[in-house]
C-alpha cells in the first residue's frame, strides 16, 4: 500500500471518516439540523473527491478486493449524489416526527459507504461486505422513524427475506470457490475456462445461487414477494434509498461481476436471465394496476423497470451488441436513480407532517394539481418519466433499453417492454388524472424548503437531462467502451 | 432559424399564458392570441423566401425553403434536424390557422384554469409544427410524444362527463402505436449502420438504402401502425368517438383539424418514401383498410345520436380517402390527399366548433332533443348547412376536389376499391343532411329542459372565427391551384423517389 493507492480510495476514506465524525457529534449533541449538515457535507466532499480521484488516478487494483476505474468512478458518483439528496428530503420529514431521528441520517450514511463499496467491488469479499453494510442498515432505517406495526413488519420481511439471500451468495461464493480457489472475479474468469465438466456443474449451480440471491436484492420475479410490503411500510426516505442506492450498488457489482467473469457464456443462465426480464416487466406491471396505494404502485414499477434494466443487461450477452447494452444499463439506472427518488420524494414531502404512516393512498392526491401546483408538476414530471415520455430522462432511458434490444436482435424482449409500457401509462396517467380532478378538501400542504429544493433540482435534472443528454451519454459510453 | 423561433415561441407563449393566470384570468387567451400572430408572422416570412436549398433525397433533388442542422447527441448520430418544405409549410399553415380557431373557439368556453388551459393549447401546436418540420427520426418522434401530453390534460382536465375514460384510451392508442414506431425507427437505424453508414438518424441519410425484404416490410409496418392509430383507419379508430365526444370544443379542434393530419403526413413523408417496395407489397390491404374506413365510418355515423360522434365518424370516413389516395400512390392521388387533409381540417373543425357551441347553449349532444334550432339561430343554421354541404363533398369546395382527385387517381390503380370508396360520398350525403334535418329544422324541440332555453345566435366572435373557414374553403374549392403549386415539387420528388419501384405498385394492388 503506498501512497496512490490511498489517494485512489481517498472518496471511501472520507466517507468512512464522516460517518465516525457524525456518529461522535451525535453522542455529544443531538440536534437532527446540524447532522443533516454534516451528513451533507460528507457526502458532497466525497462526492467531490470521487470526482478528482476519478480525473487524475490511474484505474487499477487498491489491495485485492478493491477496485478502481471510470465504472467506480461513475457508479460511486451516482450513489453518493443520490445520498445527498436523500438526505435532504430525510431532513424536511423527520423534522416534525420528534425526538432521535439522528441516527436515520447515520444510518443513511452507513448504506451509501456500502453500496459505493459495491460500486468498487471486484472480489466477492467486499461485494459481500458491501451487501452486508447496505443490508443492515436498511434493516434499521425501515422500521425507524414511525412506531406502528406496519414498520416494524416491513423490517422483519426484509431482515429474513434479505438474510436468506445473503445466505445464497455465500453459499453460491463458496461453491465456486471450492472449484476455482478464488474469489477475485477476474482470477475466477481466467481458471474457469480450464475446468472439467463436473466442475462446470459447480460453477453453474454456484453462479445460480449467487444469481438468485441478487434477485432477491433487485426485487426480480420470482424474487419480489417482499417488495410491495417493505415499500409500503418503510418511510418513504428509506423506501427511496432501498429502491436506488442499494438497488444499483447491486447491480454495479452484479454487472461488473458479469463481464470479468463472463456469465453470460452459460446459455442456461442467459437463458432464465430472459425469462426473468419478461417475467418482472408483465407481472411487475399487471400487479402494479390493482394497486390502490401509491407507494405499491411505485413498488410494482420498479419491479418492472428492474425487468427493463433486465432487458439491457441481457442484450449484453450478444457480443456485437454488447457495448450498447451496458451503456444502456448505465443509463437506465442513472434516469431510474433521478425518477425514483423524485417520486418517493415526493410522497415524503406529503408525509412530513404527518406523525403516522405514510400519506400514500391515490386519494391524498387529489386535486394536487389546484393545491399545490408546483408540487403535482413534480410529481407528473416524475411519474411521465417512469412512463417514459419525451422531455424527462425516462424516455432517453427507454430509448436506450429498446436500442440495446434491437441492436442484439432479441425481439421477444422488446414486445415485453412495449406491452409493459402500455400498461404502464395506464396506472401512472391514474394517479395524474386523480391530481387533475376536483376536491373539496382544501386542506393545507406546507413544502418544506430542504426537501422542496431537492425535489426541485430533480425535477430541472430530469427534464434538462431529457432534452440535452448529450453530456450524460458521451460519459457513459465511454465507461461502456472502457469495460469491455 | 424561422422554425426554431417558431416553436420556441409556442413553447414560451404557454409557459406565459400560464404563469400569468396568477394575476388576470383573461390575460392568457390574449397572450395565446399574441403567440399565435407572432408564429404566423414568422411562418408567412418563408412565403416570400428568395432563395430555395436544394438537397439530394436519395439521388432525387428536393427543395427546401430552410434547413436547421446541429448536432445533438452525437453518440447516436442524433441531431436537430429542422426542414421545410412545400408539404410542410402548407400543413403548418393549417396548424396555426386552426390554432386561431381554437382560442376563438374556447373563449369563454374555460372558466376553470383559463391559464393552464391555454397553455396546454400551444404546447400542443408547438408538439403538431414540431411534427411536420422535425426531419430526423429521433426530433421526429420526441414531438410526435410530445404534442400527447397536453392534449391528454385538454380532455382530461376540460373534458366531458367521461373524460378519464376517453383521455387515458386517446393516450394509449397512441403511445403504444408510437413505441412499435420507436422500435422500427431503432431497427431501421441500426440496420442502415449495419451496411457501413455512420450512424445516423438523420431522413435525408436514411433514405434509399437497401435492407432485406423481410427487415424492411416489418419496419415498414411498424411505422404504418403508428401513422394508421393516428390517422385513424379502421380497425384502429376506436378511440377517436370517444376522445372527441368528451374533448372540449378547443381540444376537439385540434384533434380533428391537426393532430389526424400527422398521421396522414407521416404516411406521405416517412412511410412510403422510406420503404418504397414494403409499402408497395401491402398498397392492397391499405387501400381495403381505407375503403372498409370510408363506409363504415359512414354508416357508423348515420347511427349516432350524439352530434359529436356523429362527427368524428364522419371523419374516420374522409379520412380513410387519405388512406385510399396515399396507397394509391399516383401523382393525381397523392394531391388529393394533400387537398382532403387541408379541407377535412377545415371543414370538420368548424363541425366541432357548431357541435361545442350547441352543446354550450343546450348542455346537450344528443340530436333527438334538438329541432328547429334554425328560427332562433339562423346565422348558425346558414353556417352549419354549409359546413354540412361541404364535408359531403359539394363541387365548388374544398373537400371535393380532394375526394375527386383521389378517385380519379384511385381508379387506376384498383377500380373494385375505388367504385367502394365512392359510395363514401352518397352516404357522407346521406347521413350529413339527416343531421343537418334533426337539429336545426323540423319541429322545435318539445322537451322541456330545451325548449325552456334562450337560444342565442352565433355572435361576432363565432362568425370571426367561421368566416375565414369559409372563404378558405370556397377558395381551395374554386382555384385550389395554389395549394398544389405549393405542393407539387415535394410531391413530385417522392413519387420520383419510389418511380423505380412503381410497376410494382400497380401489380400488387390488382
Not at chain 2, 378558405?472 to 374554386?478: E, F, K, N, S
Request: glycine share 8%; aromatic share 12%.
Amino acid at each position: 500500500m503506498n501512497t496512490l493507492d490511498l489517494f485512489a480510495l481517498l472518496p471511501l476514506i472520507i466517507l468512512t471518516t464522516s460517518i465516525i465524525l457524525v456518529m461522535l457529534v451525535i453522542a455529544f449533541a443531538r440536534n437532527l439540523a446540524l447532522t443533516c449538515l454534516l451528513c451533507c457535507i460528507g457526502l458532497a466532499s466525497t462526492l467531490l473527491s470521487i470526482a478528482w480521484v476519478g480525473s487524475s488516478a490511474d484505474s487499477g487494483y487498491v489491495t485485492p478486493l478493491i477496485l478502481v476505474d471510470a465504472y467506480s468512478t461513475l457508479f460511486s458518483g451516482l450513489i453518493v449524489a443520490a445520498g445527498i439528496f436523500i438526505s435532504l428530503i430525510s431532513y424536511s420529514y423527520l423534522k416534525h416526527r420528534g425526538e432521535n431521528q439522528d441516527e436515520f441520517i447515520l444510518l443513511l450514511m452507513l448504506s451509501t459507504l456500502g453500496a459505493v463499496t459495491l460500486a468498487h467491488s471486484a472480489h466477492f469479499v467486499s461485494f459481500i461486505l458491501g451487501l452486508e453494510l447496505v443490508g443492515v442498515s436498511l434493516y434499521a432505517m425501515i422500521s425507524y422513524p414511525s412506531k406502528g406495526l406496519f414498520g416494524l413488519e416491513a423490517a422483519l420481511k426484509y431482515l429474513i427475506l434479505s438474510g436468506v439471500s445473503s445466505a445464497f451468495i455465500l453459499f453460491g461464493a463458496a461453491l465456486m470457490f471450492a472449484v476455482l480457489g478464488t474469489l477475485s472475479f477476474s482470477e475466477m474468469a481466467s481458471s474457469a475456462q480450464a475446468q472439467s465438466t463436473i466442475e462446470h456443474w459447480f460453477i453453474l449451480i454456484g453462479t445460480t445461487m449467487v444469481l438468485a440471491g441478487i434477485g432477491f436484492k433487485l426485487s426480480l420475479v420470482p424474487f419480489h414477494m417482499w417488495t410491495p410490503d417493505v415499500y409500503e411500510g418503510a418511510p418513504a426516505p428509506a423506501t427511496a434509498l432501498l429502491a436506488t442506492i442499494s438497488k444499483g450498488g447491486i447491480f454495479a457489482a452484479l454487472l461488473r461481476f458479469f463481464l470479468s467473469f463472463d456469465g453470460y457464456q452459460y446459455n442456461l443462465i442467459t437463458e432464465s436471465l430472459f425469462w426473468i426480464a419478461i417475467l418482472s416487466i408483465v407481472i411487475g406491471n399487471v400487479l402494479a394496476l390493482m394497486q390502490t396505494k401509491i407507494k405499491r404502485v411505485l413498488a410494482y414499477s420498479s419491479i418492472a423497470h428492474l425487468g427493463y434494466l433486465m432487458v439491457a443487461f441481457v442484450s449484453a450477452s450478444i457480443l456485437s451488441g454488447k457495448q450498447l447494452a451496458i451503456e444502456a444499463s448505465i443509463f437506465f439506472l442513472f434516469a431510474y436513480f433521478i425518477t425514483t427518488i423524485g417520486a418517493f420524494g415526493v410522497v415524503a414531502i406529503m408525509s412530513c407532517e404527518s406523525q403516522g404512516s405514510d400519506k400514500d393512498e391515490i386519494s391524498h392526491y387529489q386535486g394536487l394539481f389546484w393545491r399545490r401546483p408546483l408540487l403535482a408538476a413534480f410529481f407528473s414530471a416524475m411519474l411521465l418519466s417512469l412512463a417514459g415520455i419525451p422531455l424527462t430522462l425516462g424516455f432517453v432511458g427507454k430509448f436506450y433499453i429498446v436500442a440495446a434490444g434491437v441492436e442484439s436482435e432479441l425481439w421477444a424482449l422488446l414486445v415485453a417492454v412495449v406491452i409493459g409500457s402500455g400498461i404502464g401509462l395506464f396506472y401512472y396517467l391514474r394517479i395524474i388524472f386523480s391530481m387533475t380532478t376536483h376536491t373539496d378538501s382544501d386542506e393545507p400542504i406546507a413544502i418544506p424548503a430542504t426537501g422542496g429544493w431537492a425535489l426541485g433540482t430533480l425535477a430541472f435534472l430530469l427534464v434538462y437531462l431529457g432534452v440535452y443528454p448529450t453530456q450524460v451519454v458521451d460519459w457513459v459510453s465511454s465507461v461502456a467502451k472502457s469495460m469491455i | 432559424m424561422i422554425m426554431l423561433l417558431t416553436i420556441l415561441t409556442l413553447f414560451i407563449g404557454g409557459l406565459v399564458a400560464w404563469s400569468i393566470e396568477a394575476w388576470n384570468k383573461d390575460l392568457p387567451r390574449w397572450i395565446s392570441v399574441g403567440t399565435c400572430i407572432i408564429a404566423s408572422i414568422l411562418i408567412a416570412t418563408l412565403y416570400f423566401q428568395p432563395t430555395q436549398q436544394e438537397l439530394m433525397l436519395a439521388g432525387v433533388s428536393s427543395t427546401w425553403y430552410e434547413v436547421l442542422s446541429i448536432p445533438w447527441i452525437p453518440r447516436f448520430g442524433i441531431g436537430f434536424v429542422l426542414a421545410i418544405d412545400g408539404l410542410s409549410l402548407l400543413m403548418v399553415s393549417l396548424t396555426l390557422f386552426l390554432g386561431f380557431i381554437a382560442i376563438l373557439s374556447s373563449w369563454d368556453e374555460i372558466d376553470r384554469r383559463p391559464g393552464f388551459f391555454q397553455f396546454n393549447l400551444m404546447w400542443t401546436l408547438a408538439g403538431v409544427v414540431g411534427v411536420f418540420v422535425a426531419l430526423d427520426l429521433f426530433l421526429f418522434f420526441f414531438f410526435w410524444e410530445v404534442m400527447l401530453i397536453p392534449m391528454y390534460l385538454l380532455i382530461a382536465i376540460w373534458g366531458h362527463e367521461n373524460k378519464a375514460y376517453a383521455a387515458m384510451k386517446f393516450f394509449l392508442f397512441t403511445q403504444v402505436s408510437g413505441l412499435i414506431m420507436l422500435v422500427a425507427i431503432l431497427a431501421l437505424v441500426l440496420g442502415v449502420a449495419g451496411t457501413g453508414v455512420p450512424l445516423t438518424f438523420n431522413y435525408f441519410d436514411l433514405m434509399g438504402h437497401q435492407l432485406g425484404e423481410g427487415l424492411s416490410f416489418w419496419l415498414m409496418c411498424g411505422f404504418f401502425v403508428a401513422f394508421v392509430v393516428k390517422l385513424p383507419g379502421f380497425p384502429f379508430h376506436t378511440w377517436l368517438p370517444d376522445a372527441h365526444t368528451q374533448a372540449p370544443t378547443a381540444a376537439s379542434v385540434l384533434l380533428a383539424g391537426i393532430l389526424l393530419k400527422t398521421g396522414a403526413y407521416g404516411l406521405i413523408r416517412f412511410t412510403v418514401p422510406l420503404f418504397p417496395e414494403a409499402a408497395a407489397d401491402i398498397a392492397g390491404v391499405a387501400m381495403t383498410l381505407g375503403a372498409i374506413s370510408i363506409v363504415y365510418g359512414a354508416l357508423l355515423a348515420f347511427a349516432q345520436t350524439d352530434f359529436k360522434r356523429l362527427v368524428a365518424y364522419s371523419s374516420v370516413s374522409h379520412m380513410g380517402f387519405v388512406l385510399v389516395g396515399v396507397f394509391a400512390w399516383t401523382e393525381l392521388s397523392i394531391q388529393g390527399s394533400v387537398m382532403q387533409m387541408v379541407a377535412h381540417g377545415l371543414s370538420t373543425a368548424a363541425l366541432f366548433m357548431i357541435a361545442g357551441a350547441l352543446q354550450h347553449r343546450l348542455h346537450t349532444r344528443d340530436m333527438t332533443r334538438m329541432g328547429g334550432i334554425w328560427h332562433s339561430a339562423p346565422r348558425m343554421g346558414a353556417v352549419a348547412m354549409f359546413f354540412i354541404i361541404a364535408s359531403l363533398g359539394m363541387p365548388g369546395l374544398g373537400n371535393f376536389v380532394g375526394e375527386f382527385l383521389i378517385l380519379l387517381g384511385a381508379f387506376s390503380i384498383n377500380k373494385t376499391i375505388t367504385v367502394i370508396a365512392t359510395m363514401g360520398l352518397i352516404t357522407g350525403a346521406v347521413y350529413g343532411l339527416i343531421a343537418m334535418q334533426r337539429v336545426f329544422q323540423g319541429q322545435k324541440s318539445s322537451d322541456p329542459e330545451i325548449s325552456g332555453i334562450k337560444f342565442g345566435d352565433f355572435g361576432s366572435r363565432e362568425m370571426a372565427a367561421m368566416i375565414p373557414m369559409i372563404i378558405a374553403l370556397t377558395w381551395i374549392g374554386v382555384y385550389p391551384q395554389p395549394v398544389f403549386d405549393l405542393v407539387d415539387p415535394v410531391l413530385a420528388s417522392l413519387y420520383e423517389l419510389t418511380l423505380g419501384t412503381s410497376s410494382q405498385w400497380i401489380g400488387a394492388s390488382q
